[in-house]
């Protein structure tokens, strides 16, 4: 049992944060620092000596402010580390780039089937397999002398001293490498040889090593290291553990992750991105997604500030459609994201953009087939308007939002917690009430018309 704070890396691809949690699960501390993504040799690779320096320093200062004495990470999907000994082999690979052309042909038919692994063929690096492939191809000899791939929150909890361990929530995101119904790695696997580079599983928040920091001022502190997380999954983990236990979970950041532990598994269908995340207790959850806060932010022109009702109900009476997609993926591939009817600039098209975002969450719990509780969780919510927006499109559902935006921060402490045998966090979501704009029905209705008019169906 601890009485003392936890700290959590929260590693999205936009941002890299951390969050300081006390006894009680209140947040006391917070810190961010987006990640430098930098060319080398042609690729795009993550600073990591300079995420880890920050990292480092964040923890001593909170571990002098706060008494921190655990670390955990929740870490975006898609992205490994090629490890032997204490050596990180290769820089890691950004997994928003696209294998060249001649070596896509030679690597895409290695994947396996969808049925097996429950993961869609996805662009860039967005099944894990692809990017290892391509770094197989292009390094083979660090393979040879690679002893262990190291996934994104595993690599951190490596790097701070722990043990090299692998972890089912990581490894069943869309990787490619994981089989959920065998609860056992991909076949793709083992044609490469690969099973003698995945570690021993250990569960998320698990003790997995200790590491000693020296503080400001004089004298050092021993930080135990706890196992991470894939992050929307973590947000899964916390909504669970607060007593949701029928519903859907619309998880927002760069991601819009649409979860429905309710929807058979034979009902996905790969070419609309969804697919089966693992839960952290190794259980398949289909799932659907598209990447929400990036199209937004691209839709939007890079708007910041928040959008208004005016704004919104302008576009709507205007009949002014942002239509997909506006980053790859999704549920409706294969276009080019673009606005239709009336020019938008400014508020306007950020409220465009916004009701862009909210109407494609819609269409992902139709394909998902969500008929439960909503629950919606991470950055969109700050905008104000995208949790009501989504509950007057969802009228049968109910439709809750967190107070505590950071899910899959909240998920991660609540593994440490569970691990040191407490849980200080309740259950304080609160009912959206629906947005009341006229014409927003009729918005959807030629919104959809739109986009099936754009797939032919």
């Avoid at 996805?122 to 000899?141: D, F, K, Q, S």
């Avoid at 076949?187 to 590491?211: E, N």
Wanted: aromatic residues 10%; glycine residues 10%; contains cysteine.
């Amino acid at each position: 049992m601890t009485n003392s704070a936890i700290a959590v890396f929260d590693l999205g691809k936009t941002n890299s944060k951390l969050f300081v949690f006390s006894a009680d699960g209140e947040v006391i501390d917070a810190a961010r620092r987006p990640p430098v993504w930098r060319d080398e040799g042609g690729l795009t690779v993550l600073d990591e000596a300079g995420l880890f320096a920050w990292m480092r320093a964040e923890l001593a200062r909170v571990a002098a402010a706060h008494g921190v004495d655990r670390v955990t990470f929740s870490g975006h999907g898609c992205t490994f580390a090629l490890v032997a000994g204490d050596r990180l082999l290769h820089p890691i690979l950004d997994y928003e780039q696209e294998p060249p052309a001649d070596v896509a042909v030679r690597i895409d038919p290695l994947l396996p089937d969808f049925r097996e692994t429950f993961a869609p063929r996805l662009p860039l690096g967005l099944n894990t397999a692809r990017h290892v492939l391509w770094l197989a191809e292009r390094a083979p000899e660090l393979f040879r002398q690679a002893d262990a791939i190291l996934f994104y929150p595993q690599f951190w909890g490596w790097r701070f001293g722990g043990r090299k361990v692998s972890e089912v929530s990581y490894l069943g995101c869309h990787s490619a490498l994981w089989a959920p119904l065998a609860d056992d790695f991909s076949s793709l696997v083992d044609r490469m040889g690969w099973r003698r580079l995945m570690p021993d599983f250990a569960r998320a928040g698990a003790d997995i090593g200790r590491h000693r920091l020296a503080l400001d001022g004089g004298g050092t502190a021993e930080i135990v290291i706890h196992n991470g997380v894939h992050d929307s999954n973590a947000a899964l983990y916390f909504y669970r553990s607060l007593g949701f236990s029928d519903f859907t979970l619309v998880s927002t950041g760069t991601w819009v992750i649409v979860f429905n532990p309710a929807s058979p598994l034979d009902g996905l269908d790969p070419a609309r991105d969804m697919l089966a995340n693992v839960t952290v207790d190794r259980r398949p959850v289909p799932t659907i997604r598209f990447m929400g806060g990036r199209e937004y932010d691209v839709a939007s022109g890079g708007w910041a500030k928040p959008v208004s009702a005016g704004a919104m109900a302008a576009v709507i009476e205007k009949q002014a459609f942002a239509l997909p997609a506006f980053a790859a993926g999704g549920p409706v591939p294969g276009h080019e994201g673009r606005f239709a009817g009336p020019a938008v600039e400014g508020e306007e098209r950020a409220a465009a953009a916004l009701l862009y975002v909210a109407l494609m969450t819609d269409l992902s719990l139709d394909l998902i087939g969500s008929q439960n509780a909503i629950v919606i969780d991470g950055g969109l919510v700050k905008t104000g308007l995208y949790a009501p927006v989504l509950a007057a499109l969802r009228p049968g559902q109910p439709v809750h939002t967190s107070s505590h935006p950071e899910g899959s921060a909240f998920g991660a402490a609540a593994l440490v917690f569970e691990a040191t045998g407490r849980n200080p966090f309740t259950n304080d979501c609160a009912p959206a009430a629906p947005a009341a704009f006229p014409g927003l029905a009729a918005y959807r209705q030629e919104w959809r018309r739109l986009v099936d008019a754009m797939t032919g169906r």
